[in-house]
């Protein structure tokens, strides 16, 4: 090969790197459009599910509102008593305060469960067995007021049968109160 | 000093090709040279000006995306603290469900025993899987036969639902027992109307 054709073949091989780098340039500019496409694609998913999000956040809004509003009303009832030594004190004192004569008071904590599954809002249950002898009408109504200024308190079992004397009654009853664990869901 | 043209001339002599002359085809050797650069120059420029634009669009796109998920992830939070705080919500309701005062219950059964029965043993109790399912027992000493259809009468008046009754005659007493249901009618109670239940003796 002598000189005049190696410099065409440089030439050639010169114009084959220029044709190349075009191409090259190209091919990145195709690629990095696609990476755009890709991502423009990702982002039209993003806004589907983000419409879906707030679709499924204004349903249960819309859903749990009544139930919250109306759960909001007895929270305060909740709030009142949040351990075991509120509750025994707040019996006693109520017991004095109607002068009933209380054969027994017991107090314990049990675990709280509905078909075997603890509930984990009210997981703790302050129970209180009290037994009394006292006139009927005082009873009833020491009930009635307990129930009044404690909706929260359950009377899980009153059994009634005749007390010492005439209008008394012996009444045997189990009141429990729940402990609420706010904010544990 | 005029020098004479013929003389500049002879500067450069004539030589001859010490090569061979290239074929004719490589006349276009220059030709495609030439092409090529007009060729970088048009394809590189649309491409670096399409990639910029691209990159750019990606850039946009990757900046939206990342603000979009942050957004998701915050929705999908405030959904998963209203779906617990809607669960605690259930609890507490289900718990002011099975909790209806039974003192105005009491009461009603008190006040319907006329004055030739009496109550010799009176048991409500709430059962503990369903609270709001109450077991009756209920001993009377009476010889009326309509007494306990009145004291039936009066808790129904209540809106309760006496479900699998039995009654039996034991040792001269009137045996009952049945699972008291209310029916609330699909109402929920508030703290208000709970007080408003309870009865004066």
């Known amino acids: 090969m002598n000189a005049k054709q190696l410099a065409a073949l440089l030439v050639v091989l010169a114009i084959v790197l220029l044709v190349q780098f075009a191409l090259s340039l190209r091919n990145q500019a195709t690629s990095t459009a696609a990476e755009a496409e890709a991502a423009a694609v990702e982002l039209e998913k993003l806004q589907t599910q983000i419409d879906v999000e707030k679709r499924l956040f204004g349903d249960n809004e819309r859903n749990s509102s009544e139930l919250l509003a109306y759960i909001g009303k007895w929270e305060k009832f909740f709030e009142l008593i949040d351990r075991q030594q509120a509750v025994e004190s707040f019996l006693s004192l109520k017991v004095r305060e109607f002068d009933i004569l209380n054969l027994s008071q017991r107090y314990e904590q049990v675990p709280h469960t509905i078909n075997n599954k603890p509930n984990d809002s009210l997981p703790v249950l302050v129970r209180a067995s009290l037994i009394f002898d006292d006139n009927y009408v005082k009873l009833i109504n020491w009930m009635g007021m307990m129930e009044s200024i404690r909706p929260t308190m359950r009377v899980s079992r009153v059994a009634i049968k005749e007390g010492s004397r005439d209008l008394d009654v012996r009444t045997d009853m189990v009141l429990e109160i729940p402990l609420w664990k706010k904010g544990t869901k | 000093?005029?020098?004479?043209?013929?003389?500049?001339?002879?500067?450069?002599?004539?030589?001859?090709?010490?090569?061979?002359?290239?074929?004719?085809?490589?006349?276009?050797?220059?030709?495609?040279?030439?092409?090529?650069?007009?060729?970088?120059?048009?394809?590189?420029?649309?491409?670096?000006?399409?990639?910029?634009?691209?990159?750019?669009?990606?850039?946009?796109?990757?900046?939206?995306?990342?603000?979009?998920?942050?957004?998701?992830?915050?929705?999908?939070?405030?959904?998963?603290?209203?779906?617990?705080?809607?669960?605690?919500?259930?609890?507490?309701?289900?718990?002011?469900?099975?909790?209806?005062?039974?003192?105005?219950?009491?009461?009603?059964?008190?006040?319907?025993?006329?004055?030739?029965?009496?109550?010799?043993?009176?048991?409500?109790?709430?059962?503990?899987?369903?609270?709001?399912?109450?077991?009756?027992?209920?001993?009377?000493?009476?010889?009326?036969?309509?007494?306990?259809?009145?004291?039936?009468?009066?808790?129904?008046?209540?809106?309760?639902?006496?479900?699998?009754?039995?009654?039996?005659?034991?040792?001269?007493?009137?045996?009952?027992?049945?699972?008291?249901?209310?029916?609330?009618?699909?109402?929920?109670?508030?703290?208000?109307?709970?007080?408003?239940?309870i009865s004066p003796s």
């Not at chain 2, 490589?26 to 495609?32: E, G, K, S």
């Not at chain 2, 491409?47 to 990757?62: F, K």
């Not at chain 2, 004055?115 to 709430?126: A, P």
Request: hydrophobic share 40%; glycine share 4%.
């Open chain 2, 1 to 197: 000093m005029l020098i004479d043209a013929r003389k500049i001339d002879d500067f450069k002599t004539e030589r001859k090709d010490l090569l061979p002359p290239l074929p004719m085809v490589f006349r276009l050797v220059p030709l495609l040279f030439y092409l090529s650069i007009v060729f970088v120059s048009v394809v590189g420029s649309v491409a670096v000006w399409h990639s910029r634009a691209a990159s750019e669009r990606y850039q946009s796109v990757v900046g939206r995306t990342a603000s979009l998920q942050e957004e998701i992830k915050q929705i999908k939070a405030k959904r998963d603290a209203l779906d617990d705080r809607a669960l605690e919500a259930m609890d507490l309701e289900n718990w002011v469900l099975g909790s209806m005062p039974l003192q105005p219950l009491v009461v009603a059964i008190m006040r319907s025993i006329d004055e030739n029965s009496s109550i010799v043993d009176l048991s409500i109790e709430r059962d503990p899987e369903t609270p709001a399912q109450l077991k009756l027992a209920l001993t009377l000493r009476t010889n009326s036969d309509k007494q306990l259809e009145v004291i039936l009468e009066a808790i129904r008046a209540l809106g309760y639902r006496d479900l699998s009754p039995t009654q039996s005659m034991v040792k001269g007493n009137l045996e009952y027992r049945a699972t008291l249901l209310r029916d609330t009618k699909g109402r929920l109670p508030s703290p208000q109307e709970r007080k408003q239940e």
